[in-house]
């Protein structure tokens, strides 16, 4: 009999068998598992390269220029900017993506499963921040306090995972959530306050493609070509208007569409199916697949497609552009002495620890929010704590927050030995308290997961 839960591989089989990862290999490299220890073997690659007797080769390379374009429209950016501004706009567009997602028919639905983990983020937003810039109150480095207010998920569910089953599933779902937050806030830091010189014309021309995706989205359509084109437009202009282009791939992630379709949709596949066996043919399978992409909202699609590009590729490669700074001795004496530094370091690990405690102690105080049965003090504080893994993004803003070169690399350190120190201090919080002291009664655990919502029929049939 057909397992189910394993169905074949499409096509024909093959006539030579190809050896395949082992099951338990495939469920790890399928996590974000498998994307944080990529980060963590660029990040060592980088570091190395960086201290290497070939040293000046990493600069120079990430240096090096390379353009694209027709006749005299051309786009000319070094490495490094190729890969800052163009592969992690693809980054954010995931990020939106699974924001959209989340919001629509996930656990930002419910108010009560989100008082929690947003109050938290909060918490994990402004108190980090807050420390930063009582440390670094003015100067150039006091536009570094947006560094400290992100959360690197990937390596905190990494490490979770590692926990197995005695880390409870509810907890990874809180941090999950909280990490949306958490990035909807830094991307909102970015875009106000980390943004050059504009330029009306090219905002003018973002504008109108960003009512063209909402446009496409109330119109109901579903192929991803149109709002893969629009979204290229949309990078290309908001790059010309002097706001960040990630910001571009967010947008995209925001306006594309995520509610399941009618039923009727679904069922009509049966008809193409049915007509596919009937009698093969290129343009009877053309239709039977169309059919089939259309059972599932564009964003789940791109997002399906695109995941593990990012997580495997994008910032892995990110981590291996801008993580390279140099630690010869002159550099962390330099840096063990100096308020960037020890602002970010501290702010990262304390900062989040006691934000995100203390804002989830609010919500559960004041019956704002719930957590579900499972999570107990120590589990909170624990992923608390691992919170101030913060790298992606952290060294993103850097890159957006210092022109000089030396902060960079000074807030690039206090990055590295915060996100260290967090996750040894959360991994050790985890494994010593264990179990202990309870946080959930059995009366005050959240309510069960809201099913998802009815299919809903599109504006406009296109």
Known sequence: MLDVTQPPRPGPAQRVSVPTLSPSSKLYFGTEAGGSALLLLATVLALAWANSPWSGSYTSFWSTHASIGVGDLALSLDLRHWVNDAAMALFFLVVGLEITREVTVGELRDRRNVAAPVL??????????????????????????????????????????????????????????????????????MALFYTGGMNATALVVAAVLVAVLVGLRWAG??????????????????????????????????????????????????????????????????????????????????????????????????????????????????????????????????????????????????????????????????????????????????????????????????ILAGSVTAAVAGVVLLRVLGERFSLCSPETEGPPSLPPRPWVQPSVHV
Do not use: K
């Open 120 to 189: 938290g983020a909060l918490g994990g937003l402004t108190v980090p921040a807050a420390i930063y810039l009582a440390v670094n109150h003015s100067g150039p480095a006091s536009a570094g306090w947006g560094i400290v207010m992100s959360t690197d998920t990937a390596f905190v569910l990494g490490i979770l995972a590692l926990f197995g089953p005695r880390c409870p599933d509810r907890l990874r779902l809180f941090l999950l959530t909280l990490a949306i937050v958490d990035d909807i806030g830094a991307i909102t830091v």
């Open 221 to 414: 359509v579903w192929r991803l070509t149109p709002y893969v084109l629009v979204g290229v437009a949309l990078w290309v202009a908001v790059q010309a208007s002097g706001v960040h282009p990630t910001l571009a791939g967010v947008l995209v992630g925001l306006l594309l569409p995520a509610r399941p379709p009618d039923p009727e949709v679904v069922e009509r596949t049966r008809e193409y199916g049915q007509a596919l066996r009937e009698a093969p043919d290129a343009e009877r399978a053309r239709l039977a697949a169309l059919a089939v992409a259309a059972t599932v909202p564009a964003g789940a699609r791109l997002l399906q497609s695109l995941h593990r590009w990012t997580a495997y590729g994008v910032v892995p490669v990110f981590g291996l552009a801008n993580a390279g700074v140099p630690l010869d001795a002159e550099t962390l004496r330099t840096a063990a002495t100096s308020p960037v530094t020890l602002g970010v370091a501290g702010a990262l690990v304390a900062g989040n620890a006691i934000g995100i405690t203390s804002g989830t102690a609010v919500a559960l105080r004041t019956g704002l929010g719930v957590l579900p049965g499972g999570v107990r003090w120590s589990h909170l504080m624990a992923g608390a704590t691992l919170a101030g893994i913060g790298f992606t993004i952290a060294l993103f803003i850097t890159a957006l927050a210092f022109s000089d070169e030396q902060l960079r690399e000074q807030a690039t350190i206090g």
